[in-house]
């Protein structure tokens, strides 16, 4: 984007920085962050919602990613970490989706 100023001049990218700082600052707000997971979270529901009963015996599993700088020791609030390796005595092929995701500013 290029835009002509008085004088000739020229500003580039003027609305791209704009977007940008206003979409790090929507990231960064607390009430979005938890607007998104809540949304994700109702879309979960109402996908659940529709399955079949789950077995007796089951077992859910979630990845998380993080940022490059992340501890490695760092865990969530109300997270814990596996135990083990991705390997898991499936009797069958899981079922796997992915619901969404809460974008940040990290």
């Known amino acids: 984007v290029e835009h002509t100023q008085k004088g000739g001049g020229t500003s580039a990218g003027t609305s791209e920085r704009t977007n940008m700082a206003a979409r790090m600052e929507r990231l960064s707000d607390a009430k979005y962050v938890k607007k998104a997971a809540?949304?994700?979270?109702?879309?979960?529901?109402?996908?659940?919602?529709?399955?079949?009963?789950?077995?007796?015996?089951?077992?859910?599993?979630?990845?998380?990613?993080?940022?490059?700088?992340?501890?490695?020791?760092?865990?969530?609030?109300?997270?814990?970490?596996?135990n083990g390796g991705k390997e898991q005595a499936w009797g069958k092929t899981p079922f796997a989706m992915s619901v969404g995701k809460v974008e940040t500013q990290y």
């Open 38 to 82: 809540v949304s994700m979270t109702r879309c979960l529901v109402s996908l659940v919602q529709t399955l079949d009963a789950v077995p007796e015996r089951c077992s859910f599993s979630m990845d998380l990613a993080y940022v490059s700088g992340t501890p490695a020791d760092y865990q969530p609030p109300f997270f814990e970490a596996a």
